[in-house]
């Protein structure tokens, strides 16, 4: 017989639990332990029980009770005399049992649960302070150790204290809330702080104080009553004889290792941030805080403080100023300073995973987007997702030509109005040549007219007044941003972008796609695509085809993730027509409505010998293409040119084919520093092309000045080509393309594709392009008259080979074209147009996607004029 | 008669006045035994604790319970135990024993000692001066020569 249970029968037990609970109260007015008391009575029960050599039954009990003077009622007890009462005196009766209980159960073990839950919920501190649950496994830790400080609590009631399991949680429970208390105590202060400057400047200040205090100190001292609460000693022992045995002194152990886990590599990450050092991120930190970080926005949020950046402003004596100054705004620099790092780390753009939920309750249910009405696309936010995709094209072989139309809708699940941002990539040398929204049903033609013009009236109307614009404005070379504001609430927005693009030398029409975007895509939202032409045509994942008479078709559905990965086309299998065509210019003046292009077959010979500086970028995202960089390089010297290659990998900026060589590919890499090298090597080695093969870039390291004063202002300029290989945002792009004629020449669709894209830059030319501007009035030339198209594409063609004049947007914008200089700004009502001195495109000159006759509707028509014939006989 | 019956009743009033006197007695006897005792229990405690380095509880409260003249019980001497514990007079602690529940031990404190000598100071002290009196109070019927 080793407990209670066992040496009494169950009814001796329970007779001798009655019996020692009515004297509790007296133990506790006397100033005894009661639990004590209680262990030590039964203790010597058991001893008793343990002579007689068998379990005790209710009378042998009831008398060794009466033996004890314990077997009689309470009132009958003297007044003890020697010791006096401790001034814990319990009240009467039941009252004083339940205060008790509350004191004890409640605090320690049931509170905290109840405060974690509470923030889990809310976010109450996370919007005023900071987070300190700010991941799962946070939160997993918190409950963790109120689980431990229940388990001990039940453990001292029921005198089991010594079971493994106790003191491991018991440990667990004392580093984790004692660390929490650190945390939590700056909080605690401020509150108490906040109300007593409330009663002091005034009283009904102090009423209202009265709930924040509450909450403040009940709430942030929860982990604090929870260390109390297990710090207090076990019965029959000193409190620091408790915390000395081996098994609680593990379980603190192993609560310090679980809290360490959780916090370094943030810790880790906060440092390397502050002293730049990515890759001791890449090894140690914590890639998933620093995206946090990264997607921090400003405002009233109180958001992303979590623990660690909590534990060093506490350490660094930095708490209290920077809870105030966070309520107001994000330190812009670090926000860049993060995004940097991000992608210096991952090689991705912070914006690329999607959306970084917020650790902000408030900023949460409101979905506030403090980049409304920006210049960028920036964070993704939430509820905010493309509902619908359709893409038609049309390819006029005659004019090598291709034409889409990619209509979007944006719906909007959230609780406040959103603008839906992206940016996309257009095909090689094209240009937005239309814009449609749709206005109660309606769809509305843009208005074109400069970049400046265009983006004021779009943030009047839509971030101040809140109404139905949408907006696009040329960015860089083939890139656009596409701004659309409101998004009403539970409501959508449709918009319809129209690109002109030449098919390029392989005779291939690249399909537009998105690089960047701050919505979501719903999972079933595929790409509807549709392209016809006067050509056979073949694409890779469409399958869908028809034919009538010459016209052929593709149609099939293209999933929205793999449109963002890669770069897809159209192939025609039509050749090239070299043959004289035309057209009728209805924006050109009326001496030179007629456009004639001939095309006539050069001499070619052989390729020149070039000096080529090859820029490289070796960030993670462009692994796969090394082999087929080591190609190109190969195959231009092959061809017989001189290239000079500067890598920008392993976090440093090196030139030489051993470079790129030994160029592990690991997160995002520094271009600019390659690029202001490749500029000074070009100087000097007198080069005339500069190649840069790069992946994305969505932000800029470094000041890009130097780079441009290198291009402005240098002896020589060498031809500058871009070769993008993975299609992403590229901000340094974006800043070149500013002063700048850039061209992304090269788009090769895949690694094994690099080479020979790169060799046909320096194929010598095997035809000229010449065009000829005739009156109207003139006689209709020789050769196949074309769609109007031609007449945009010229004019777009003839900017694209100059550096971007502003004189030159009034042309652009007749020409209805969104270029370095124009824009293009769809309003709600013909009032605003005039407020802002815009005008509306005539809709019977926007380009459309053509028809083509179908044999039956051929036959109607000519069923038709015999009819007709045949009643005219009659007559 | 009648003589007989007023005795009779003067008899059983001066029967059941003394009986009262006497029950008085015996409970004004038994206070006082009652409160003499526990004046000195948290002595005897301290005392036969003192005697050794350290002492297992239950022989402690078997030997203070078997003490003639203390009349103590354990539900009296547990709760003063704990008292003087939770007063830091005593320190505990438990043994886990092969056979049975873990043994308590029990052993003064620095606090203890002294307050053990006070007391047995004190008590000595009172004894002697008790003892006086008594040596010096003479019987009602003496008289001095």
Redesign the interface.
């Known amino acids: 017989m080793t407990n209670t249970k066992t040496a009494l029968t169950p009814d001796a037990y329970s007779l001798l639990e009655l019996t020692l609970r009515k004297y509790a109260l007296l133990w506790e007015s006397e100033g005894a332990d009661v639990a004590e008391v209680t262990s030590d009575l039964e203790a010597h029960i058991i001893a008793d029980a343990e002579e007689r050599g068998k379990p005790l039954n209710t009378q042998e009990v009831q008398a060794l009770l009466t033996q004890m003077e314990i077997g009689v009622i309470a009132e009958t007890i003297p007044d003890p005399v020697s010791v006096p009462a401790t001034s814990e005196t319990a009240s009467k009766g039941r009252e004083g049992r339940v205060r008790t209980w509350f004191r004890h159960w409640f605090w320690v073990a049931l509170w905290p649960a109840l405060v974690v839950f509470f923030e889990l919920i809310t976010r109450a501190c996370g919007d005023q302070f900071f987070s300190p649950i700010p991941t799962w496994l946070h939160t997993g830790l918190l409950l963790v150790a109120c689980a431990g400080g229940w388990l001990y609590f039940y453990s001292t009631q029921r005198r089991e204290i010594g079971s493994p399991l106790v003191s491991l949680m018991r440990g667990i429970c004392i580093t984790v809330s004692c660390y929490w208390s650190f945390l939590m105590l700056p909080v605690v202060l401020l509150g108490t702080f906040a109300y007593f400057m409330g009663v002091v400047f005034s009283a009904g200040l102090a009423i209202l104080g009265i709930p924040i205090f509450m909450i403040c100190v009940l709430g942030a001292g929860a982990p604090l009553l929870l260390a109390k609460g297990v710090l207090r000693a076990e019965p029959d022992k000193e409190r620091w004889e408790s915390l000395r045995q081996p098994k609680v002194i593990f379980g603190m152990l192993t609560g310090l290792v679980l809290v360490a886990l959780l916090e370094v590599p943030p810790l880790v990450t906060q440092y390397g941030i502050a002293h730049n050092k990515p890759q001791l991120i890449r090894d140690f930190g914590s890639e998933k805080f620093l995206l946090k970080l990264a997607n921090q926005q400003d405002g009233w949020s109180g958001e992303q403080r979590d623990t660690t950046e909590q534990l060093v402003n506490i350490l660094s004596g930095r708490v209290f100023s920077t809870t105030f100054f966070s309520w107001f705004s994000v330190n812009r620099e670090s926000q860049k300073k993060h995004r940097e790092l991000y992608y210096r780390v991952t090689g991705q753009a912070y914006n690329e995973v999607g959306y970084v939920p917020r650790a902000s309750k408030l900023a949460t249910v409101r979905g506030l987007d403090s980049n409304l009405g920006g210049d960028g696309v920036f964070s993704v936010v939430e509820n905010l997702d493309l509902s619908s995709s359709r893409m038609d094209g049309h390819i006029d072989q005659a004019t090598g030509l291709g034409y889409w139309e990619w209509t979007q809708t944006f719906q909007n699940s959230g609780l406040d109005p959103k603008e839906a941002r992206m940016q996309i990539l257009l095909p090689p040398g094209g240009v937005v040549s239309r814009l449609t929204l749709w206005v109660n049903g309606e769809p509305q033609e843009a208005a074109f007219s400069s970049t400046a013009k265009v983006a004021e009236a779009y943030k009047s109307i839509a971030v101040v007044r809140r109404q139905d614009p949408v907006l696009v404005r040329w960015v860089a070379s083939d890139r656009i941003l596409v701004q659309c504001f409101p998004v009403p609430v539970g409501g959508d927005m449709k918009i319809r972008v129209g690109i002109t693009a030449p098919l390029d030398k392989a005779q291939r029409l690249y399909v537009p796609r998105i690089i960047e975007q701050n919505f979501q895509t719903l999972e079933r939202v595929q790409t509807a695509l549709w392209v016809q032409g006067d050509v056979p045509l073949t694409m890779d994942g469409i399958s869908g085809k028809g034919e009538s008479g010459k016209w052929r078709e593709l149609h099939g559905k293209l999933p929205t993730k793999s449109m963002s990965e890669g770069h897809h086309y159209v192939q025609s299998l039509g050749k090239p027509n070299h043959a004289p065509v035309w057209t009728h210019d209805p924006f050109a003046p009326q001496d030179q409505q007629t456009l004639i292009r001939t095309i006539v077959p050069s001499p070619g010979g052989a390729i020149d010998s070039e000096t080529i500086v090859m820029v490289v970028d070796g960030s993670e995202g462009n692994q796969a293409w090394q082999d087929s960089l080591l190609q190109g390089v190969r195959a231009l010297e092959e061809q017989g040119h001189s290239v000079h290659l500067v890598v920008a990998g392993n976090d440093e900026v090196k030139s030489g084919i051993e470079a790129l060589e030994s160029c592990k590919f690991i997160g995002g890499q520094d271009n600019l520093s390659a690029l202001v090298l490749a500029a000074e090597i070009a100087q000097a080695e007198q080069a005339d092309y500069v190649i840069w093969c790069h992946g994305i870039q969505p932000v800029v390291i470094g000041e890009v000045d130097s780079l441009l004063q290198f291009i402005e202002r240098g002896l020589r300029q060498p031809k500058f080509i871009t070769a993008d290989l993975a299609g992403g945002a590229n901000r340094l792009l974006e800043e070149l393309s500013k002063e700048l004629a850039v061209s992304d020449q090269i788009r090769p669709s895949s690694p094994a594709l690099l080479a020979d894209a790169l060799c046909s830059l320096f194929e010598p030319e095997t035809h000229t392009v010449s065009w000829q501007l005739l009156p109207a009035s003139a006689p209709a030339p020789s050769g196949q008259k074309v769609w109007d198209q031609l007449a945009r594409w010229h004019t777009w063609s003839k900017l694209q080979k100059t550096n971007p004049d502003p004189m030159l947007c009034d042309k652009m914008a007749k020409y209805q074209l969104v270029t370095p200089v124009s824009g293009a700004v769809v309003l709600e009502s013909q009032e605003q147009y005039q407020e802002f001195d815009l005008s509306q495109v005539d809709p019977d000159t926007v380009p459309e996607i053509p028809n083509t006759p179908e044999p039956s509707s051929l036959l109607l028509i000519l069923l038709g004029a015999t009819a007709t014939l045949m009643q005219r006989r009659r007559r | 008669m009648g003589g007989n019956v007023f005795v009779r009743y003067l008899a059983l009033q001066y029967s059941l006045y003394y009986d009262g006197c006497i029950k008085m007695m015996d409970e004004t006897f038994q206070n006082w035994t ?2 003499l005792r ?2 000195v ?2 002595l005897c405690i301290l005392a036969a604790i003192g005697r050794q380095e350290e002492c297992y ?2 022989e402690l ?1 078997k030997e203070l319970t078997a003490t003639p003249g203390l009349e103590v ?4 001497i ?10 830091g007079v005593v ?2 602690k ?1 043994v ?1 024993s092969a ?4 043994r ?1 031990y029990y052993k003064l404190t620095a606090i203890g000692k002294a307050r053990m000598e006070a007391m047995k100071s004190y008590h000595a002290s009172l004894n002697q001066g008790v003892e006086t009196l008594y040596m010096n109070s003479k019987p009602q019927n003496q008289t001095n020569d």
């Not at chain 2, 019980?73 to 009296?76: A, I, L, Q, T």
């Open positions: 009652t409160q526990k004046g229990l948290e509880g239950y409260v019980s354990e539900g009296s547990y709760p003063l135990l704990s008292r003087l514990r939770k007063q320190v505990t438990l886990e056979n049975g529940p873990a308590k």
